[in-house]
Every structure is written in structure tokens, then in C-alpha cells.
């Protein structure tokens, strides 16, 4: 019996916690369903943490209706530097946003409004400049002395061997007169017979050409080859005049059908003066201090004196490092066939140290090369201190010193003499 009376106790005792457990439950249940048909009136309408307060709109009691009862479902989150301030003053003209804030500039007259799923007043406005693309260098960086820059794309179809050349456009060109009527002759050396011309564009100092060229080139001839744009101005009496050029050896990019360069270059100035007897050659030279490194760009020649103009014909042109009138070190250019106007821009350096400047120099010869044959001299000529050179030369070398690793570029003439 004591056992019987212990079982019905302890049914009892269970069945009066899960009632209560039950109880509980509903009411947790009915509270929660009461909340999402109720909200809390508002004590203090001016309490700027209440979303409410922001999303009334007295002109319309429909969204008013609307904002108040979705306003825990879709809150609206104030940043902090607007927090404390009175928003049931504020009107569309007023600006909401601190002067400090660097990245919101006001604007005046009035504000245009936003919708979400209430009514809401913008509270702010971007600033413009802070999402700006990056500006293109090339179109703002100009060093002093500049004539003028200019812009191409170059491609090669390898099936049809051609070269597909587009002038894209000229900037800052310095004429000699306030109007400008700019064009572009444009030359595949060695080739300068024949060009291609862009049209002629009306009283401007900047012209947009956008103007594409063809020239029928083989892949084998392709790295020999060097384009070359002449830009002038023609004037009221129809003269033309050369404002500037630019010289770009083929062989300085990669050429794909799927690669289309676009280059841009300064102009340079063509020499007026006549070639030298036996041509001239162009190079630049540089020196650092740091590295112990002397550096010679090799550029272009023009006016050899082949001794046979053929397309067998080729000339290159051989860097000597000398020191005590003994030699040190030499290097050769690529070798460029039947042209008496070569360009190369190849870089060379040799290693120097300070305290052989002195007593070093450097040595440049054109030379010929026929198959078969013995190559042939065209030309010479030597860039040293004083103790080897003068006039010209000696002031190349005296200036690559005197401006350490800049490279300072000049034309010399060619002698004959070994």
C-alpha cells in the first residue's frame, strides 16, 4: 500500500509541472502575438534615437500611418555625427549635415526627397570629387620645353602582313603663329619615298585624328623596320611647316593581333642642320655614381655613306670602352639593312668607377657589313675628358658628369679617321 500511495503521489507532482510548464508557454506565445499587433506611443516626440520620428511625413497621414506601424520591421539607423539633433524642425531647404564632414558637401536650393517603403528626407549629399577616376598622367604631365605630344596604336596581322597604324591624337603643339592647322605624315623607314597623310584639322592647338593606316610589311622585315611621324602646320599661304617628329623602332614592343599598343611619345625637333660629310650619329649617356655604371644609349644615325646602297646592305654600329687608350670592353647593335638612316635605341652599360673618368673614354664606330665581304668603316667618333677630346664631345662627357643619372643625349658628327 505505501508503495501504491508513493506512485500516485509522485503522477500527481508530475502532472502539476507540466500544467504549470504548459501555462507558461501560452503565455509566452499570447505575449509575443500581442507585440506584433501593438506599439508603443510615443512619450517624447523629439527624442531623436525613436525611428518614428524620422519617417513622418505631416503632408501625408497615409505614410504617416504607414511609417508608425513598420517602424520596428524597418528600422532606420542614425550615424553618429547626426545623433542630438531636432528633426521635427527641419524643413527640405535646411542642411542636415556637419560643415566638419569632409566627405559631405552642402549644396544649395532645395532637396529632393527618397522613398523606401516610408517617406524620408535626405539627410545628406555626396560629394562628386571623391569618386573621380584617376587622371591620365600623359594628358597633364608635361616637362618644360615640351612641343608637343602624340598619341598611336600599333598592331600586326600576322596572315595578311600588315601593319595597322592609328593616330589617335596630338597635344599642346607650339606653332609659330596663334592659329594651327595641324597634320601627320606618316613613314615606315627605310622607306622615304612614300607616307601616308591624315587630313588636315582646322584652328586647333590640340587635334583628334582618330584615323587609322595600313602598311604592307613582311613578319621577317617587320623588327627592321621604324616608324616615323612627321606632324606641321600649314599656314594661310599654304606652307607647311614642321612643328616636330617621332621616331619608334618596330622592334621596341611585342606585336600580336591580339595586343594593340597604344603609345604616346613627345615630339622631338628635327635637326635643320645639313649631315656631316660622313653622317651623323645620335646617342645618350649617363652615369651612376651609386652602381659605378657608365650607360650609352645607342639612337640613330643619318647620313651614311653606304659604300653600296642595297637591301643586303647592313650597318650597325659598335660601342668601345677604352681606358689608358687600352681596350676594356665592346658591344654591337642589331644590324639593320639598306638604310643610311638607321635607328636603333639600344642601351648599353659598361662598369667605371669614379676615379676612371678620368682617364676612360668611349668609342662609337658605324660600320658596313656585306655578306662575304670585309667590313667597312663609315664613321667614328670618341667621347672622353680632356685628355682625349674637345669641343662637343668633351661637353657631352663634362655634362653626363656634372648631372649623375640622367641621360643627356646629343648628336655628333662621324670622321673617317682611326
Known amino acids: 500500500r505505501t508503495e501504491q500511495a508513493v506512485a500516485v503521489a509522485g503522477g500527481v507532482i508530475g502532472g502539476i509541472l507540466l500544467f504549470v510548464l504548459l501555462g507558461i508557454t501560452a503565455y509566452l506565445l499570447w505575449k509575443k502575438f500581442c507585440r506584433l499587433f501593438s506599439y508603443e506611443k510615443l512619450i517624447n516626440p523629439v527624442k531623436t534615437t525613436n525611428a518614428n520620428a524620422i519617417f513622418q511625413d505631416q503632408a501625408n497621414p497615409e505614410i504617416q500611418q504607414k511609417s508608425t506601424s513598420r517602424s520596428r520591421s524597418v528600422p532606420f539607423i542614425i550615424p553618429p555625427t547626426l545623433q542630438g539633433r531636432d528633426w521635427m524642425h527641419l524643413t527640405n531647404e535646411e542642411q542636415v549635415q556637419d560643415d566638419s564632414d569632409p566627405s559631405m558637401t552642402p549644396?544649395?536650393?532645395?532637396?529632393s526627397s527618397f522613398h523606401s517603403l516610408a517617406g524620408a528626407y535626405v539627410v545628406g549629399t555626396i560629394n562628386p570629387d571623391l569618386y573621380k577616376f584617376p587622371e591620365d598622367k600623359s594628358e597633364?604631365?608635361?616637362?618644360?620645353?615640351?612641343?608637343?605630344?602624340?598619341?598611336?596604336?600599333?598592331?600586326?596581322?600576322?596572315?595578311?602582313?600588315?601593319?595597322?597604324?592609328?593616330?589617335?591624337?596630338?597635344?599642346?603643339?607650339?606653332?609659330?603663329?596663334?592659329?594651327?592647322?595641324?597634320?601627320?605624315?606618316?613613314?615606315?623607314?627605310?622607306?622615304?619615298?612614300?607616307?601616308?597623310?591624315?587630313?588636315?584639322?582646322?584652328?586647333?592647338?590640340?587635334?583628334?585624328?582618330?584615323?587609322?593606316?595600313?602598311?604592307?610589311?613582311?613578319?621577317?622585315m617587320l623588327l627592321q623596320r621604324t616608324l616615323k611621324f612627321l606632324v606641321y602646320h600649314v599656314d594661310k599661304q599654304k606652307k607647311h611647316h614642321l612643328l616636330g617628329q617621332v621616331i619608334f623602332p618596330l622592334k621596341?614592343?611585342?606585336?600580336?593581333?591580339?595586343?594593340?599598343?597604344?603609345?604616346?611619345?613627345?615630339?622631338?625637333?628635327?635637326?635643320?642642320?645639313?649631315?656631316?660629310?660622313?653622317?651623323?650619329?645620335?646617342?645618350?649617356l649617363s652615369y651612376n655614381d651609386y652602381l659605378g655604371r657608365l650607360t650609352v644609349v645607342v639612337l640613330r644615325a643619318r647620313g651614311l655613306k653606304l659604300q653600296e646602297e642595297s637591301p643586303a646592305v647592313?650597318?650597325?654600329?659598335?660601342?668601345?670602352?677604352?681606358?689608358?687608350?687600352?681596350?676594356?670592353?665592346?658591344?654591337?647593335?642589331?644590324?639593320?639593312?639598306?638604310?643610311?638612316?638607321?635607328v636603333y635605341n639600344e642601351t648599353f652599360s659598361f662598369k667605371a668607377d669614379q676615379t676612371e673618368l678620368d682617364t676612360?673614354?668611349?668609342?662609337?664606330?658605324?660600320?658596313?657589313?656585306?655578306?662575304?665581304?670585309?667590313?667597312?668603316?663609315?664613321?667614328?667618333?670618341v667621347v672622353g675628358p680632356f685628355m682625349y677630346t674637345r669641343g662637343k664631345e668633351l661637353e657631352h662627357w663634362n655634362e653626363m658628369i656634372s648631372k649623375p643619372k640622367e641621360l643627356v643625349k646629343r648628336w655628333h658628327a662621324l670622321c673617317h679617321s682611326m
Open 140 to 220: 597633364t604631365d608635361f616637362p618644360d620645353g615640351n612641343i608637343g605630344r602624340l598619341w598611336f596604336s600599333i598592331e600586326y596581322e600576322q596572315e595578311s602582313e600588315r601593319l595597322l597604324v592609328s593616330l589617335i591624337k596630338v597635344r599642346k603643339l607650339q606653332p609659330p603663329a596663334d592659329a594651327c592647322s595641324p597634320f601627320v605624315k606618316i613613314y615606315l623607314l627605310p622607306d622615304e619615298r612614300s607616307y601616308l597623310q591624315s587630313k588636315t584639322k582646322r584652328k586647333t592647338l590640340n587635334p583628334q585624328f582618330d584615323e587609322n593606316f595600313v602598311f604592307q610589311v613582311s613578319s621577317k
Open 252 to 284: 621596341s614592343e611585342v606585336l600580336t593581333e591580339d595586343n594593340k599598343l597604344v603609345i604616346w611619345r613627345d615630339l622631338e625637333k628635327e635637326s635643320l642642320e645639313p649631315p656631316s660629310e660622313y653622317g651623323d650619329i645620335q646617342f645618350s
Open 360 to 381: 676612360a673614354s668611349l668609342s662609337l664606330s658605324v660600320l658596313q657589313s656585306n655578306k662575304g665581304e670585309k667590313t667597312l668603316l663609315l664613321g667614328r667618333v
Open 107 to 111: 549644396q544649395p536650393g532645395p532637396r
Open 314 to 342: 647592313g650597318v650597325y654600329v659598335k660601342v668601345s670602352l677604352m681606358n689608358h687608350n687600352k681596350f676594356i670592353k665592346s658591344k654591337k647593335t642589331a644590324v639593320l639593312l639598306g638604310t643610311p638612316n638607321p
